[in-house]
Structure formats: structure tokens, C-alpha cells
């Protein structure tokens, strides 16, 4: 077999091998997925320090923490991975905490809600690959609106308490239903960035941006079992 046969099979292997982001400085799937696991590995392991320290002041530093880089994160034009990994940390101070103190009221409520969190996720996204949910413009204003709507209220209860009660059942089930429906829109986004070709580093945000909803999708389940289990 001559030289120029082996270069010609090397180049057909080349081209049929399966598009990575190492070779086409494109985001891919599995950018994403690994990015996704990289930021909760980080959250796991400083929510097993803030359990560990059991020190209320560390969930006021990962909230506040976490709510200025997510601001910086969404806002700015530019992927900042430091930024981002910041963002876990502090997450991860701030559940980590939060969750000590769940689990001491009601024990055994971290487990099912990580349980919950899981199927809600699996369960929201066979539903969008099977095509039974479709993002429409429609869907996302709902959602959006929805969204503020929840945002006011979740200011309101800051100064008047959360409402007790049936009323306080149907809220906390209302909260974990708009997260849960929240990452078919982090799915489509992924989806659509992908197959408009952008930079790897997109990656990174797409992971941010589906941190966020599961994060928040965690916290409601988390109070809605502890309503169910008062």
C-alpha cells in the first residue's frame, strides 16, 4: 500500500470521524454536559464544607455572593469561567448551609429532595426530546411572565412572611412547576446555540444558565417538602 493511499484513508477517516469542538472551535453537547458536571462537582464539594461547618453566615455569603455573579454572568457579553466557577462556590456555600438546616427540622428531607430535583429533570426532559413540549414564542412569554410574577411575590413574602395554608400549599407546588418548566427553555437555548455553530466557550454560559434553574428547582422542591412534612 502506497503513501498517497494511506494519506487518502487517514483524510476519509478524518472526515467521517464525528464533529468535536477540539476540531471545529464549536460548542458541542458534550461541552456542555461536561462543563454542566465540572460547576456541580465544585457545588457538591463546598455544600459538603458548608454542611460540615453548620455556620448560618456562610448561606448569607453564598446567597448574596451568588446573586451578584449570576447578575455579572447573565449581563455580560463576554464568557468569564472564573466567574462562573465562583458562581458554584457560592451556591455552594449557600445549599449547603440551607440544606443542614432543612435536614435537622425534617430529617431526610435532602434526600428526597435531591430525588425530586433528579425526576423533575428527567421527567421535563424526556417530555422535550420526545417533542411533547415545544418552545413557541407564545411558551416564552408565558413563562417569562410567569416568571416576574413569582419574582414580585417572592419580594412580598421577604417583608409579609410566606402564606401558610392551602394557599401556601398551591404556592410552593406553583414555584416548583415554573422551574421545573424553565428548563425546557436552558434545553432549547442549548439546542439552539449548538446549531447555530457558536464558540466553545458558550459552553460555559449554557452550563451557568442550567446550574441556575436547577439550583432554584432544588430550593423549591426543598420547601415544598418541608410544607408537606409540617
Known sequence: MDA????NDSLESTYAAPASSLRTGRVTMDDVVMRTATLFAVLIAVGAFAWGANNPSLALVGFLGGFVLAMVNIFSKKVRVPLVIAYAVAQGLALGTISRIYNEAYSGIVGQAVIG?????GGILVAYRSGKIRVTPKFTRIMLGALMGYFVFGIITMFTGFPGGSTGLLIAVAGVA?????LVLDFDQIERTIAAGAPQEESWRLAFGLMVTIVWLYMEVLRLLSILRR
Open 178 to 182: 415554573l422551574a421545573t418548566f424553565f
Open 117 to 121: 430535583t433528579l425526576c423533575a429533570f
Open 4 to 7: 498517497a493511499h494511506l494519506d
